[in-house]
């Protein structure tokens, strides 16, 4: 059985500092039609996270069909793709984003 220890180890040396950098791209989605876009970390850098977005609040108006992280087997990701369908009667926008890091 495992015993909790009341003492803490050495405090560690302070990681390295930085700014996550969030990237956007938007595509306009006419009605009835379907479009993808990825938004794309800069060189050196990584994806952490991501997703889509879009700013239409009309009722049964967008239908997102992907939000994933952009990659190739064996390397890190280094961008967000989303997909959706415009069930409206307008043409709607969709933005993607991605959350990137700085390659350790």
Partial sequence: MLKK???TGATGPTGP???PTVVTN???IATGQGAGISATCPSGMVAMGGGAESMTK???GLDILASNPVY???NPP???Y???KNNTDTAITL???VICMPKA
């Fill in 5 to 7: 220890s009341d003492s």
């Fill in 17 to 19: 500092l930085f700014t």
């Fill in 26 to 28: 938007t595509v306009s």
């Fill in 58 to 60: 009309l009722p049964n």
């Fill in 72 to 74: 190739t087997a064996g």
């Fill in 78 to 80: 280094t961008g967000w």
């Fill in 82 to 84: 989303a997909n959706a």
């Fill in 95 to 97: 933005t993607s984003y």
